[in-house]
């Protein structure tokens, strides 16, 4: 009876496993090792779809995405770290795929937004993987660890997407573990139907002959009576005595370890195949890439050129941004008026990447390159992008002479507030003080914190000289002032010897204030650009520089702040 219990739950428990395994191995997994969700209708009244963070919260297998369009549209599927597609969709309608379920159940969330559009997200350079085109679109990435999401949408990133969606998670040898649990549940089942319906041989008679259930006896003997006994006695007969059967032991333990070494079998080989969840709750990354770099630099080459020759304030604008693009078209204005030729092309060439760590937008990188037409200087610049989706912008520009020794912009990155007790001087006390020693001139205190700089000087002396000038008109000048003013925050980086660099874009207002019955007006170039000498000022006469400052600061104790590069451009002149 026992034996036959342990073969019926020996074979249930096979029976159980056989089809987990049978189901995983030939119905979920197959041969490629991947459970596929099927062909999904995924659409979006938005411009994409994308995944929450949440839904790809383990890493190891490797992720399949087969997209194609139902309105035959060209598609495009790819995988990016969140912070980067958070910022992409920011602000834009969008729909959020919250759920998946094997095989066959996808979940989506519509986000409100503008109806855009986006940048064509081909034309991106933070993918970590992509595809796209007409057709069907498919990538296969190993899912790694941190928080990650898939992006579909077409291609133009204009029109709303509207697609046949197939998921697939491929775990390495989940086939083989699959069938392995099959096969042991067949194993199972096998034994627990043999134990079932094997019998017991019949046992053999004992050693006096006698049938089974009989015993041989002799009669009882009649002794004469005796003085005092008792009359004759009746026979006694012995009971029988029945042999009990002779069963083989049941082996218990045996059995009981049998069973638990299946199920242990079992679960171990399931749990092999289970990916580990993730731990990375915040991705980083380089800004750019060294490739991706260089076609920025190349593809803002061929737009500048074109912008120089035809002084295109509007094409500049597409390439360059803050203070530097009203310096460019600052230069088209005064070249303009000058009937000057345009500026010949020039590229630059053979640029060095120093990109910091990025985790969240605005980015930037810096980099350094040889000018085609000008073997004296390098060009140094900072570029950035503001969002995900925003193109990049060159938004400082200066020319450091050959002679200057730039320190090596490999491991650049970001200068924080720990860098402050490091340096010489903090990134922004620096940029401060720069504006206050101009603001001062030569004698200013702030002034020794800087090794000497011949733009400087030339500029201070010119300062001077137009103020003696002016006094020597008694009475003409009421007032004359140069004020120079430090951005808020100035892009600041540390390089890998612990040397900062900061690029300071500095602010110079100058305003004359004329005296009692005179008036003043621009007599010269480059101000005539923005105030022909026809025009004369009474109350006051005002021009805007802006004056381009590359700083070298060193550890702390290592010398003086050096002013790399110095560099001054007109933007504004008038007066009221």
């Given at each position: 009876?026992?034996?036959?219990?342990?073969?019926?739950?020996?074979?249930?428990?096979?029976?159980?496993?056989?089809?987990?395994?049978?189901?995983?191995?030939?119905?979920?997994?197959?041969?490629?090792?991947?459970?596929?969700?099927?062909?999904?209708?995924?659409?979006?009244?938005?411009?994409?779809?994308?995944?929450?963070?949440?839904?790809?919260?383990?890493?190891?297998?490797?992720?399949?995405?087969?997209?194609?369009?139902?309105?035959?549209?060209?598609?495009?599927?790819?995988?990016?770290?969140?912070?980067?597609?958070?910022?992409?969709?920011?602000?834009?309608?969008?729909?959020?795929?919250?759920?998946?379920?094997?095989?066959?159940?996808?979940?989506?969330?519509?986000?409100?937004?503008?109806?855009?559009?986006?940048?064509?997200?081909?034309?991106?350079?933070?993918?970590?993987?992509?595809?796209?085109?007409?057709?069907?679109?498919?990538?296969?990435?190993?899912?790694?660890?941190?928080?990650?999401?898939?992006?579909?949408?077409?291609?133009?990133?204009?029109?709303?997407?509207?697609?046949?969606?197939?998921?697939?998670?491929?775990?390495?040898?989940?086939?083989?573990?699959?069938?392995?649990?099959?096969?042991?549940?067949?194993?199972?089942?096998?034994?627990?139907?043999?134990?079932?319906?094997?019998?017991?041989?019949?046992?053999?008679?004992?050693?006096?002959?006698?049938?089974?259930?009989?015993?041989?006896?002799?009669?009882?003997?009649?002794?004469?009576?005796?003085?005092?006994?008792?009359?004759?006695?009746?026979?006694?007969?012995?009971?029988?005595?029945?042999?009990?059967?002779?069963?083989?032991?049941?082996?218990?333990?045996?059995?009981?370890?049998?069973?638990?070494?299946?199920?242990?079998?079992?679960?171990?080989?399931?749990?092999?195949?289970?990916?580990?969840?993730?731990?990375?709750?915040?991705?980083?990354?380089?800004?750019?890439?060294?490739?991706?770099?260089?076609?920025?630099?190349?593809?803002?080459?061929?737009?500048?050129?074109?912008?120089?020759?035809?002084?295109?304030?509007?094409?500049?604008?597409?390439?360059?941004?803050?203070?530097?693009?009203?310096?460019?078209?600052?230069?088209?204005?005064?070249?303009?008026?000058?009937?000057?030729?345009?500026?010949?092309?020039?590229?630059?060439?053979?640029?060095?990447?120093?990109?910091?760590?990025?985790?969240?937008?605005?980015?930037?990188?810096?980099?350094?390159?040889?000018?085609?037409?000008?073997?004296?200087?390098?060009?140094?610049?900072?570029?950035?992008?503001?969002?995900?989706?925003?193109?990049?912008?060159?938004?400082?520009?200066?020319?450091?002479?050959?002679?200057?020794?730039?320190?090596?912009?490999?491991?650049?990155?970001?200068?924080?507030?720990?860098?402050?007790?490091?340096?010489?001087?903090?990134?922004?006390?620096?940029?401060?003080?720069?504006?206050?020693?101009?603001?001062?001139?030569?004698?200013?205190?702030?002034?020794?914190?800087?090794?000497?700089?011949a733009d400087i000087t030339r500029l201070l002396a010119g300062i001077m000289s137009n103020r003696a000038e002016k006094a020597k008109q008694r009475g003409s000048t009421r007032s004359i002032t140069d004020t120079f003013t430090a951005p808020p925050q100035s892009p600041a980086f540390v390089t890998k010897s612990g040397t900062a660099v900061v690029f300071v874009s500095l602010t110079h207002e100058y305003t004359l204030m004329p005296g009692v019955n005179w008036q003043f007006w621009w007599s010269g170039m480059p101000e005539n650009a923005f105030s022909p000498a026809t025009a004369k000022y009474q109350s006051?006469?005002?021009?805007?520089?802006?004056?381009?400052?590359?700083?070298?600061?060193?550890?702390?104790?290592?010398?003086?702040?050096?002013?790399?590069?110095?560099?001054?451009?007109?933007?504004?002149?008038?007066?009221?």
């Amino acid at each position: 009876m026992i034996r036959r219990i342990v073969g019926v739950l020996l074979a249930l428990v096979g029976l159980i496993v056989a089809v987990v395994g049978g189901v995983a191995a030939f119905w979920l997994v197959g041969p490629d090792d991947t459970v596929h969700s099927g062909d999904q209708h995924l659409a979006s009244k938005g411009l994409a779809i994308a995944s929450t963070p949440d839904l790809l919260d383990r890493h190891g297998p490797v992720l399949h995405v087969d997209v194609r369009s139902a309105k035959g549209q060209p598609v495009f599927v790819g995988v990016a770290r969140d912070f980067d597609v958070s910022s992409y969709l920011k602000g834009t309608a969008h729909t959020k795929l919250v759920q998946i379920q094997y095989p066959i159940s996808l979940t989506t969330q519509d986000e409100k937004g503008t109806a855009g559009p986006l940048a064509a997200p081909d034309t991106l350079d933070w993918w970590v993987t992509k595809a796209n085109g007409a057709g069907t679109q498919s990538i296969a990435w190993p899912i790694e660890d941190g928080p990650y999401d898939v992006v579909i949408m077409n291609a133009d990133g204009k029109t709303a997407p509207d697609a046949q969606v197939n998921l697939g998670i491929e775990i390495p040898k989940a086939f083989v573990t699959a069938l392995g649990i099959f096969i042991a549940g067949v194993v199972l089942l096998a034994l627990g139907i043999l134990l079932v319906l094997l019998r017991r041989r019949p046992a053999k008679p004992g050693p006096t002959g006698g049938s089974y259930g009989q015993q041989q006896y002799e009669p009882a003997v009649h002794l004469p009576p005796q003085y005092g006994a008792p009359g004759p006695q009746q026979p006694q007969y012995p009971q029988p005595q029945y042999p009990q059967p002779q069963q083989p032991p049941v082996r218990r333990s045996a059995g009981r370890r049998l069973v638990v070494g299946g199920l242990a079998l079992g679960l171990l080989s399931g749990c092999s195949a289970i990916p580990e969840q993730d731990t990375v709750t915040t991705l980083t990354r380089p800004a750019i890439t060294d490739d991706a770099a260089a076609a920025v630099i190349k593809h803002y080459n061929a737009v500048n050129n074109k912008a120089n020759s035809t002084r295109d304030d509007k094409l500049i604008a597409t390439v360059e941004g803050g203070n530097l693009v009203r310096e460019s078209q600052a230069g088209y204005t005064i070249d303009t008026y000058a009937k000057a030729k345009p500026i010949g092309a020039f590229t630059y060439t053979n640029p060095v990447i120093g990109a910091p760590q990025i985790s969240g937008y605005p980015i930037s990188f810096v980099s350094t390159s040889g000018i085609s037409d000008n073997k004296e200087y390098r060009h140094v610049g900072v570029w950035e992008r503001a969002t995900a989706g925003s193109p990049w912008m060159l938004t400082f520009a200066a020319g450091v002479k050959t002679t200057v020794k730039l320190p090596d912009l490999t491991g650049l990155r970001r200068a924080t507030k720990a860098d402050d007790n490091r340096l010489a001087a903090a990134p922004q006390a620096a940029a401060t003080s720069l504006a206050t020693y101009l603001t001062g001139g030569a004698k200013s205190p702030r002034a020794a914190a800087f090794q000497p700089n011949a733009d400087i000087t030339r500029l201070l002396a010119g300062i001077m000289s137009n103020r003696a000038e002016k006094a020597k008109q008694r009475g003409s000048t009421r007032s004359i002032t140069d004020t120079f003013t430090a951005p808020p925050q100035s892009p600041a980086f540390v390089t890998k010897s612990g040397t900062a660099v900061v690029f300071v874009s500095l602010t110079h207002e100058y305003t004359l204030m004329p005296g009692v019955n005179w008036q003043f007006w621009w007599s010269g170039m480059p101000e005539n650009a923005f105030s022909p000498a026809t025009a004369k000022y009474q109350s006051g006469l005002t021009s805007t520089t802006i004056h381009d400052a590359v700083l070298l600061i060193p550890p702390k104790g290592k010398g003086k702040i050096q002013v790399a590069s110095f560099e001054s451009q007109l933007i504004e002149a008038g007066g009221y």
